[in-house]
């Protein structure tokens, strides 16, 4: 199995933090993916198991290693 991009920690926590725009086409990849609004990435989920890992760009950035730490490695 073959994956596009895979963001850093810090690539995350910028987009997290809103100074990224979305860097399409890696805004999806074939395991991680999330959503982009307004140009922000807003939205986290895992492809891995579907499931949502982080709400919004408020949500903290350690919560998002937390929930999804195992698959943004």
């Known amino acids: 199995m073959s994956f596009a ?4 920690r810090d690539e995350m926590k910028n987009i997290k933090a809103g100074k990224m ?8 990849t074939t395991s991680k993916y999330y959503n982009c609004v307004s140009r922000k990435c807003r939205e ?6 579907q499931t949502e890992c982080v709400q919004t760009v408020q949500s903290a ?3 998002m290693i937390e929930l999804c730490g195992k698959y943004y490695q």
Not at 5 to 8: A, I, V, Y
Not at 21 to 27: E, V
């Open 5 to 8: 991009k895979t963001l850093s």
């Open 21 to 28: 725009d979305c860097p399409t086409p890696s805004c999806k």
């Open 44 to 49: 986290w989920y895992s492809g891995w198991d």
């Open 61 to 63: 950035h350690k919560s």
